[in-house]
């Protein structure tokens, strides 16, 4: 019996590890696998890694069988995220709404266990509508998502907690922007630019980062939340907020970096204007009461801790694990 990853990179990859640690056998499905890169998170010769493309569901069923698989962890998404669904909103709509439902009609035809979708914060940031404050029969009753990206995120959760009704155990974690150990392609605007802000610091070079204010989590909780959220059983909740607990501006973050990294040059800017609309900053973190009492989950990593882990990553060799 064995767990499907879906994706393998930023938080495919450190799925893979924990659930590696757990006893589990995990097997990552990428439709590009990078095993160099993956190398550096986690032993690839004990993990399985399969090309595969969510979009092909022979592929799926083929995993499925031949890798025994139980349950699915769902991380397969459009590159780039928002910019990237924005840039190219019919791929990123193909990529993230079918391959997902390919997934769950994969869950339902092979009566897997439980599916676990990765969901974001962005359902919480770029939003609009909602001035009728729910009341019935009024056109802007509910917000609703900005963006392409956050209007696909939505869908998928909605799909997927209509497919319970199916016989489905689905579950999504939102996590908030997540940044962390990965050397390989992919990942979201803001993993991406933390990434190059450590590794110009590194170098000794200026670097800049966004002002805004909002919350990040380390891609080790990430992977832990979405890890329990696998294996917790009782669940009552369907839907799960997986972050760091806590806002950081970008003063605080380029702060942090210049005391990890004595010869760091951080410059905070305004963020540059992107192909959507501006996202609408939560002045609160995300609440983690529900993931606290039913998954168990607690971050594990503060800012300063999480920056400290990734610049020990940066300045090992390449290729160390």
């Known amino acids: 019996m064995a767990i499907l990853i879906t994706g393998a990179g930023l938080v495919g990859s450190q799925i893979a590890r924990l659930e590696l640690e757990r006893g589990e056998r995990p097997v990552l499905m990428d439709v590009v696998p990078q095993p160099a890169a993956l190398a550096e998170i986690v032993d690839v010769n004990k993990v399985g890694l399969v090309k595969g493309d969510v979009l092909n569901p022979l592929d799926l069923a083929k995993v499925i069988k031949e890798e025994e698989i139980t349950r699915v962890i769902h991380t397969a998404a459009n590159p780039m995220l928002t910019v990237g669904a924005q840039q190219s909103p019919y791929t990123a709509i193909r990529l993230n709404i079918v391959g997902t439902v390919n997934v769950l009609e994969a869950a339902r035809i092979f009566e897997l266990e439980r599916v676990v979708f990765c969901s974001s914060f962005v359902l919480y940031n770029f939003i609009s509508?909602?001035?009728?404050?729910?009341?019935?029969?009024?056109?802007?009753?509910?917000?609703?998502?900005?963006?392409?990206?956050?209007?696909?995120?939505?869908?998928?959760?909605?799909?997927?907690?209509n497919y319970t009704w199916l016989g489905i155990d689905f579950v999504a974690v939102r996590f908030s922007a997540v940044f962390g150990p990965w050397r390989g392609l992919g990942g979201g605007g803001p993993s991406n630019l933390f990434r190059e802000m450590l590794e110009k610091s590194l170098r000794g070079e200026e670097s800049t980062f966004p002002k805004r204010r909002m919350e990040w989590v380390y891609s080790k909780d990430a992977a832990q939340g979405a890890v329990k959220a696998c294996h917790a059983e009782g669940l009552q909740s369907r839907v799960f907020n997986i972050g760091m607990g806590e806002l950081y501006d970008g003063e605080e973050i380029a702060n942090i970096v210049q005391r990890v990294v004595s010869k760091a040059r951080v410059k905070t800017v305004e963020p540059p204007r992107g192909a959507g609309p501006s996202p609408k900053l939560s002045k609160e973190p995300g609440d983690l009461s529900r993931s606290r009492s039913e998954l168990r989950y607690e971050p594990e990593y503060t800012m300063e801790q999480a920056i400290q882990d990734y610049v020990k990553f940066l300045e090992a060799p390449q290729g160390a694990q």
Do not use: H, N, V
């Open 129 to 161: 509508g909602g001035e009728d404050r729910g009341a019935d029969g009024k056109e802007e009753a509910y917000p609703r998502p900005s963006t392409i990206y956050a209007s696909t995120k939505q869908a998928c959760e909605s799909i997927g907690l």
